[in-house]
Structure formats: structure tokens, C-alpha cells
């Protein structure tokens, strides 16, 4: 089975400041692995999405994300905050099977202090 | 082209009652999802869909049923719905390519069970 832990529930940060949002993965299986972001009163939207090759991965707004197999970690990292990246963060696990199902983490809410 | 809606938005039931909420899509996707979304949880998968007239269960399927009759349809219905349901409901879908595919996801639909 796999899983998902976020490690921080909320990371206020200052705007123009760099973030860094954690999250490590356990599973038996190779996976794939996403991050999504939520804004207020919304639905999930891809942020960006690792599924094999270079494991420094490139995403929307900015953000990126590494994948490390070693520490089983997939953290997403920004240089500098924007207002408008005040949302809720949400990393996944999809188990490569078919029905390509996600397992999501509890989410980190980042608020961007002006 | 509106991608994922879901009705109704929001919706107020007392113990017992049942309701059915409607999921549809119009980007002709294969595998469609029902997920719930509740404080410090994350998103739980209810049910899932990989084509019109199949469905089977994900992590938290008790309490609810579905049907997808057509493609562009997938339906969660509380046949008696209890305290323990009130929720956001979350509907996602993606196409034939499985883990390949990004899930997109509807705006959501928050329940109250009183």
C-alpha cells in the first residue's frame, strides 16, 4: 500500500521569500508522484508531476519539485513567494496501477505574508 | 468546453435522507473518480470508474454507491445518509492513459448531514 506524509500543515512564509513544502512517500512499488494546489473554494489543479527521467521536475507558477528515492521524498520548492500562491498544497502517490488511483497527502496550507 | 462540473454545490440533508450527486465531464475521458475531502484527511477516494457501466471501490467505499450508464456520467449516490458523510465531495477524471493522464478535478460539492 502506499502513502503519503506531509509534514508541515501550515507554512506561513514572506512574500518574495523562497519555500520549500515537504513530503515523503512509502511504498513497496515504484511510483508516480504529483503535487496539486488548491485555492480557496476550488478544486484540485495540477501542479506538476513525476513519472520517470530527470527527477528535478519543472511544474506551473514557478514551482518544481525533486524526487528523491534514496530519502523516499518529493518536496516542492519555490525561489520567491507571490501573494497569489496563498493556497493549499496537496502531494500524491499513484501506485502506476491501471486505474491510475491517487493516494494524497493531508495537505500543507502555505499563506504568503505581504 | 467546461471540463469537470458537478451539482449540486451545496446541499443540507438530515440523517436518513438520501441524494445522489451528479459528476460529468465532456473531454470523452475513460476513468472518472469520487473522493471526499475532509479536515486534516486529505482526499480519500470513495468510488472509480475505468469506462462506462464498470465501477469498483477505493479506499473508503461504505455508505455510498455509484453507477456510470454513460461515459460523460458518474454518480454518487447516500442511500441514508449519516453525520459521519458530511464532506466536500470531490469529482476527477482522466483519460485512457491511465497514471499517464492528469486528473482534472470539479469544483466540488460541500454536503451537510445534520
Known amino acids: 500500500a502506499q502513502s503519503v506524509t506531509q509534514l508541515d500543515s501550515q507554512v506561513p512564509v514572506f512574500e518574495e521569500a523562497p519555500v520549500e513544502l515537504r513530503c515523503n512517500y512509502s511504498?513497496?512499488?515504484?511510483?508516480?508522484l504529483f503535487w496539486y494546489v488548491q485555492y480557496p473554494n476550488q478544486g484540485l489543479q495540477l501542479l506538476l508531476k513525476?513519472?520517470?527521467?530527470?527527477?528535478l521536475v519543472k511544474g506551473i507558477n514557478g514551482f518544481e519539485a525533486e524526487f528523491n528515492k534514496s530519502q523516499t521524498s518529493f518536496h516542492l520548492r519555490k525561489p520567491s513567494v507571490h501573494i497569489s500562491d496563498t493556497a493549499e498544497y496537496f502531494c500524491?502517490?499513484?501506485?502506476?496501477?491501471?486505474?491510475?488511483?491517487?493516494?494524497f497527502g493531508t495537505g500543507t496550507r502555505l499563506t504568503v505574508i505581504p | 468546453n467546461a471540463g469537470v462540473t458537478q451539482t449540486p454545490k451545496f446541499r443540507v440533508l438530515k440523517t436518513g435522507q438520501s441524494m445522489t450527486l451528479l459528476c460529468a465531464q465532456d473531454?470523452?475521458?475513460?476513468?472518472m473518480y469520487w473522493y471526499r475531502q475532509d479536515p486534516g484527511m486529505g482526499l480519500r477516494l470513495i468510488h472509480y470508474?475505468?469506462?462506462?457501466?464498470?465501477?469498483a471501490k477505493g479506499e473508503v467505499p461504505d455508505g455510498y454507491n455509484v453507477s456510470r450508464l454513460k461515459k460523460q456520467n458518474f454518480l454518487l449516490g447516500l442511500e441514508s445518509a449519516a453525520p459521519s458523510q458530511t464532506s466536500v465531495y470531490f469529482c476527477?477524471?482522466?483519460?485512457?492513459?491511465?497514471?499517464?493522464?492528469?486528473?482534472?478535478f470539479g469544483p466540488g460539492t460541500r454536503l451537510l448531514v445534520l
Open positions: 500524491a502517490v499513484s501506485d502506476r496501477g491501471g486505474a491510475n488511483n491517487l493516494f
Open positions: 511504498s513497496s512499488v515504484s511510483v508516480y
Open positions: 513525476y513519472l520517470s527521467g530527470s527527477t
Open positions: 473531454m470523452n475521458h475513460e476513468y
Open positions: 470508474s475505468v469506462g462506462e457501466g464498470t465501477t
Open positions: 476527477a477524471s482522466c483519460g485512457l492513459a491511465g497514471v499517464l493522464e492528469t486528473q482534472y
